[in-house]
């Protein structure tokens, strides 16, 4: 018998490795997604991609989306509260589910904030991507068919010239050193357009560049 669970859904390559790594997981069944959106912007919150994709991306994964709803500039208590009422609306679709799945790599202290905020509402943390070899994973997220476009970048971290790449293995040759192969230290986001989950991929075009805070740029993704 497997066990219900929500995954934490980005739009991005490690949603969609760890939603990938679950349904291969006879443990596991994979209830619905969780997005945190910030609706002033009508984006998912910190990659800055349209919200229409992240609907598109759930009919082609056939999975119910829940949204963590925010405004721009939310504090931490406004978030945790969103992220809250997301985790009520879920068991409220399907009682007695109390499980989680993030597609964090190694950074421990984000994994230790997660845990504390799920213990307090009776839920639990799964994290199926945990300490694997980043390297290992981003080839593996390009040889298994899946395609991503860089649609933030961190310019304190990584050269504003990488927004609007693609995620392949140029890209990967052309990383520097110091910038980890998934970007799991912020150096970048990525929004997910063809992946072997879904049957029809989406058709995106790139559209405005935008530096946002002095620091992060982002290229606005148009869906064709």
């Known amino acids: 018998m497997n066990t219900p669970l929500l995954l934490a859904w980005s739009g991005g390559k490690d949603s969609a490795l760890a939603l990938q790594r679950l349904l291969d997981d006879p443990r596991w069944r994979v209830e619905g997604l ?8 009508d984006r998912i919150s910190i990659h800055g991609v349209r919200r229409s994709i ?4 759930a009919e082609r ?3 119910p989306l829940i949204e963590a709803r925010i405004p721009p500039q939310a504090s931490n208590a406004i978030y945790e509260t969103a992220f809250a009422n997301a985790l009520d609306e879920a068991r409220a679709r399907t009682p007695g589910i109390d499980t989680i799945a993030f597609g964090d790599l190694f950074l421990a202290d984000i994994r230790a904030y997660r845990e504390q905020q799920l213990a307090r509402h009776g839920w639990r943390g799964h994290f199926p991507l945990w300490g694997e070899d980043t390297t290992r994973l981003a080839r593996r997220f390009i040889a298994d068919g899946h395609r991503a476009i860089l649609c933030c970048v961190d310019t304190q971290q990584l050269d504003a010239a990488f927004c609007g790449r693609e995620f392949d293995a140029e890209l990967l040759v052309d990383l520097p050193p110091s910038c980890d192969p998934c ?7 990525t929004c997910v357009y063809t992946s072997p989950l879904w049957r029809e991929p989406l058709v ?5 560049r935008v530096l946002r805070d002095g620091r992060f740029q982002y290229v606005d993704l148009l869906g064709i």
């Not at 992240?54 to 991306?57: E, R, S, V, Y």
């Not at 970007?183 to 970048?188: D, P």
């Not at 995106?204 to 405005?208: C, I, V, Y």
């Open 61 to 63: 994964l056939r999975l």
């Open 34 to 41: 969780l997005t945190t959106v910030t609706m002033e912007y």
């Open 183 to 189: 970007g799991e230290n912020g150096e970048f986001h």
């Open 54 to 57: 992240l609907q598109a991306q």
């Open 204 to 208: 995106l075009a790139r559209g405005e």
